[in-house]
């Protein structure tokens, strides 16, 4: 029996080339005693689906619409591999055969946590659904029906017969998304508002996750007294877990973070978890929301960055029609169009993927940070951005109403790139 763990951390993106994340992490957990995976404790069963179906129905089918979206990825990535588990479980299932060492499947997943979902995010979940129901009830049950009927034709063949799994896995979900599109049989506004639910869950459980994850660890590691592990995750847990794990006996030995298709060795030892890599900003405490009294100080800084956008509108415009000249030979109002409405896009990315900041937030003492305090990467900066096309409907309309629903005032961008827009003194 052992007081504690040394633990290393790594990171992955859950769809990637199996034969390099086996590589890295061949490499990388090469003496270790255990391999601890982000993978649900036990399978989901019928009834699992159904009490999720029941309680969080906008969390459930954005669940089906991101299986569809990803499944031909794993498929396409993880040749000779079952299509229904990512690419980090395939790479320890394959490490573990080799080497003959232990696997531990420690994830309290969203699918378990939104099946026993509080009351208030039942009563979210079937407002959302009753209320565009009664706005557009038949699209609502053409879109339900297609994502449930093209989520079993390519599930069940893919859980009893891998082979049609796969064949189905590559054909079928795309193939729905982009007829059911077309043909008027999925709404997309109800594809959104289910994506959106869905984000909204797994952002809400994420540090109560990775606190599971870590408690998991120190329970299994004293049972076997395993001394050196290996917990492989996605690349959003890292912060947070090494975060987490000062109260913990279990110690961040390494952390490393695998990138997207390209081998990486960018490994980190004994990570310090009160940095942010930059000196902008330093969460004291990852079990409290960062800063979520800020819907102000964005109003007084979005009013500001409004100014700077409308400074830049018409110089914009003018690049945007000398570069469709030099394509088409001429200056096409499109190209004057895209390149003006391009402004607010191109303004927030550039400033945020290399300050962290606006204008307007830098002057209203705010900067932009993942969901754990650490610096906003350029990725997480062009994803806020590009987002802001959904939160800006209706003057913000949209991206004030998810802010009002969300504990740390994250409008739609915020979500699906894991940012936060935090109080700075610096």
């Known amino acids: 029996m052992t007081d504690s763990v040394a633990l290393r951390l790594f990171g992955v993106i859950h769809v990637d080339r199996l034969g390099k994340v086996t590589a890295e992490l061949d490499e990388y957990a090469a003496d270790v005693d255990a391999l601890f995976i982000e993978y649900p404790e036990t399978d989901p069963d ?3 689906y159904g009490r999720c179906l029941l309680k969080t129905p906008a969390f459930f089918f954005g669940l089906i619409l991101n299986s569809l979206l990803q499944m031909p990825l794993f498929v396409l990535l993880n040749r000779g591999m079952s299509p229904l588990l990512s690419t980090g479980m395939n790479a320890a299932r394959r490490l573990s055969d080799d080497r003959d060492v232990p696997i531990h499947r420690i994830d309290a997943h969203p699918l378990f ?3 026993d979902a509080p009351w208030p995010w039942i009563i979210v979940n079937w407002g959302l659904l009753v209320g565009l129901g009664a706005l557009w009830p ?3 049950l053409t879109t339900v ?3 449930l009927a ?7 063949p893919a859980r009893y017969t891998p082979s049609l799994g796969a064949l189905f896995g590559t054909v079928v979900p795309w193939s729905a998304v982009a007829i059911g599109l077309w043909y008027g049989f999925l ?4 594809l959104v508002v289910f994506f959106v639910a869905f984000v909204l869950h797994v952002g809400r459980t994420l540090m109560s996750r990775n606190r599971h994850m870590l408690e998991r660890i120190e329970e299994i590691s004293a049972e076997h007294g395993y001394e050196h592990a290996c917990l492989i995750t996605g690349k959003a847990h890292l912060s947070g877990l090494t975060r987490l794990a000062d109260d913990t006996s279990v110690s961040i030995a390494r952390s490393r973070a695998s990138k997207w298709l390209r081998h990486s060795d960018d490994e980190r030892t004994d990570p310090e978890p009160t940095t942010d890599d930059g000196g902008v900003f330093v969460h004291p405490d990852p079990r409290e929301p960062i800063n979520p009294r800020t819907t102000s100080p964005r109003t007084a800084a979005g009013l500001i960055d409004l100014v700077c956008v409308a400074i830049l509108f018409f110089p914009m415009a003018v690049v945007g029609g000398v570069v469709s000249g030099l394509v088409t030979g001429d200056v096409t109002t499109t190209g004057l169009l895209v390149g003006a409405f391009s402004t607010p896009i191109l303004y927030g990315f550039t400033l945020e993927a290399a300050f962290g900041r606006t204008l307007g937030k830098k002057l209203a003492g705010l900067v932009v940070v993942t969901a754990d ?3 906003c990467s350029a990725r997480s900066a062009a994803v806020r951005n590009l987002l802001r096309i959904l939160d800006f409907p209706l003057f913000y309309l949209v991206g004030f109403g998810v802010m009002a629903l969300t504990k740390q005032r994250q409008r739609l961008g915020d979500l699906v790139a894991g940012t936060v827009v935090a109080k700075t003194d610096s």
């Open 138 to 140: 038949r699209s609502l």
């Open 46 to 48: 019928w009834r699992t």
């Open 113 to 115: 946590t939104a099946a």
């Open 150 to 156: 093209a989520w079993l034709v390519t599930s069940l």
């Open 373 to 375: 305090g650490s610096r």
């Open 145 to 147: 029906g297609t994502l």
């Open 187 to 190: 709404s997309l506004p109800y």
